[in-house]
């Protein structure tokens, strides 16, 4: 049984999916790959190129190798399995494929492609003619992006990517400046996990973008002759309270459900809180519930029940992610990437990169507690050339040098408050600690006030032994690091 193809399709059109590119494209576009119906067969339709078909299909290859294309998935995420449809393409379709998967920025250029790192997620394989070829794929990594390889040449008509979607932090909001947020959208991370009944319209249109394009696009049951409920689980992207819920029939004229609730609960098996009592609905509208709602406590999974049966378009909860929510995404997110990226994003918050190898390795980690109590177990051997390293990468106390994430600034934020004879006696004892140590004087500035950070600075320039004196700079930097990978992990 192959369960992946229950799985969101990452690489669907309707997400945003997209073929960047391909080597060819003689007789069929790159860009019906990714269509979101069936391939279709029309006989006797002819092109000046030659017989038309609903797939990408390139032409005969009388020199050695074989053909590509590259496709940006719709939404990142971790591959679980692909299909490689080769519907129609009975004479024409590849002998064999392979498919590679590497994580990029969105709007990266084919050369930044190119000189990524590629992992083999389905070594080559012999495909079948006129079939789905189901490939369930053992990759623990988040991917942005696939290369399919077909040996030698030849036709295929989908290709579907089935996985769960770990996208960019961004849609969460900052989290000083909380903001309500689609938490049950697919490009979240929203997934509909189960359902009663999927005879008409599979569950997972329901949490797709946009409004539905016809009948077909939402979640429809069958006639199902009996009182209700029909009903559907949603896993939020995050653990959140839910402030605004969006119900729409669109579409759904003779067949909409004559009413509808909404509980919410810690799992897909409850227990069950409703927060939304059993309301009527319209054909063909979208509704629209926020004062409605009852205050509930954060959730992680919400129910929609539904009477007596029938179809909806869209289901939209919006909702303010939980503390609790953002660090267990944030850390579902670490643990997803590949090792040197995770090192990569962890070097952010300590420029070691033997130390940011060692907590990458120690994943996944149940807490952000656990996270930063492995982080000052993987500092206990760094060398003080390491030490030294890490303290280059921050500026001065009082510097207003930029960097990347903006963490410096955050942290030194009080600084700007000092007065200017304060910021040139601190500017003065920087100086004079650099001259005597050989590094930069380097203090937890967070919540320190710049007279603060300049009484510490004389205190410390007092003493002679510099071997203590990087000790203590180490467990200052020990604090930083605590604070940055609760920002890296909390966005």
């Given at each position: 049984m192959n369960d992946f193809t229950d799985l969101v399709d990452l690489a669907s059109e309707r997400l945003?999916?997209?073929?960047?590119?391909?080597?060819?494209?003689?007789?069929?576009?790159?860009?019906?790959?990714l269509k979101s119906e069936d391939a279709i067969f029309a006989p006797g339709r002819y092109t000046d190129r030659g017989k038309w078909m609903d797939g990408w299909e390139t032409r005969r290859r009388r020199t050695p190798g074989h053909d590509w294309c590259v496709v940006r998935l719709g939404v990142p995420g971790v591959v679980r399995g692909l299909v490689v449809d080769t519907a129609h393409f009975v004479g024409n379709f590849p002998e064999?494929?392979?498919?590679?998967?590497?994580?990029?920025?969105?709007?990266?250029?084919?050369?930044?492609?190119?000189?990524a790192t590629w992992t083999e997620i389905l070594p080559r394989t012999t495909l079948t003619g006129g079939a789905r070829n189901l490939f369930p794929v053992a990759h623990a990594w988040r991917a942005t992006h696939l290369r399919l390889r077909i040996f030698p040449d030849g036709g295929v008509a989908r290709l579907r990517v089935h996985g769960d979607a770990m996208p960019d932090a961004r849609w969460l909001g900052r989290p000083g400046a909380p903001q309500d947020v689609d938490l049950a959208a697919v490009e979240h991370?929203?997934?509909?996990?189960?359902?009663?009944?999927?005879?008409?319209?599979?569950?997972?249109a329901l949490v797709m973008?946009?409004?539905?394009?016809?009948?077909?696009?939402?979640?429809?049951?069958?006639r199902t002759r009996r009182d209700g409920p029909e009903w559907v689980v949603v896993r939020l992207a995050a653990e959140g309270a839910l402030r605004r819920v969006d119900l729409d029939t669109w579409r759904f004229k003779g067949n909409a459900p004559g009413?509808?609730?909404?509980?919410?609960?810690?799992?897909?098996d409850g227990p069950w809180t409703e927060i939304l009592a059993r309301t009527r609905l319209l054909f063909h509208t979208h509704h629209v519930f926020d004062a409605e709602l009852s205050e509930h406590a954060p959730a992680r999974f919400a129910r929609l029940s539904?009477?007596?049966?029938?179809?909806?378009?869209?289901?939209?909860?919006?909702?303010?992610?939980?503390?609790?929510?953002?660090?267990?995404?944030?850390?579902?997110?670490?643990?997803?990437?590949?090792?040197?990226?995770?090192?990569?994003?962890?070097?952010?918050?300590?420029?070691?990169?033997?130390?940011?190898?060692?907590?990458?390795?120690?994943r996944p980690y149940a807490s952000l507690a656990e996270l930063q109590a492995a982080a000052r177990r993987a500092a206990d051997p760094m060398s003080e050339a390491e030490w030294l390293e890490a303290f280059s990468a921050h500026p001065r106390?009082?510097?207003?040098?930029?960097?990347?994430?903006?963490?410096?600034?955050?942290?030194?934020?009080?600084?700007?408050?000092?007065?200017?004879?304060?910021?040139?006696a601190l500017a003065e004892a920087n100086a004079a600690y650099e001259r005597k140590f050989g590094f930069v004087y380097l203090v937890c500035a967070t919540g320190k006030s710049a007279e603060q950070m300049l009484a510490l600075a004389r205190d410390r320039l007092a003493g002679d032994d510099r071997a203590r004196e990087?000790?203590?700079?180490?467990?200052e930097h020990r604090q930083i690091t605590a604070l940055r990978l609760e920002k890296l992990v909390l966005r």
């Open positions: 945003g999916g997209a073929v960047l590119w391909a080597n060819d494209e003689f007789f069929a576009e790159k860009d019906n790959l064999s494929c392979s498919v590679e998967a590497c994580s990029a920025p969105p709007q990266a250029p084919l050369e930044a492609l190119e000189a991370g929203g997934v509909v996990v189960a359902a009663s009944d999927t005879f008409f319209g599979p569950r997972h973008p946009g409004r539905a394009r016809d009948m077909s696009d939402g979640w429809e049951t069958k009413s509808a609730a909404l509980a919410v609960g810690p799992s897909a539904t009477w007596p049966d029938g179809g909806i378009s869209r289901l939209r909860l919006f909702g303010t992610p939980s503390r609790a929510g953002r660090e267990a995404w944030g850390l579902s997110r670490l643990h997803a990437l590949a090792p040197d990226e995770a090192s990569a994003e962890l070097l952010a918050c300590c420029r070691c990169g033997a130390w940011a190898r060692r907590v990458a390795e120690g106390i009082g510097e207003r040098r930029a960097d990347a994430r903006g963490w410096s600034a955050q942290e030194q934020s009080r600084v700007a408050e000092a007065e200017q004879a304060t910021l040139d990087i000790a203590r700079a180490a467990e």
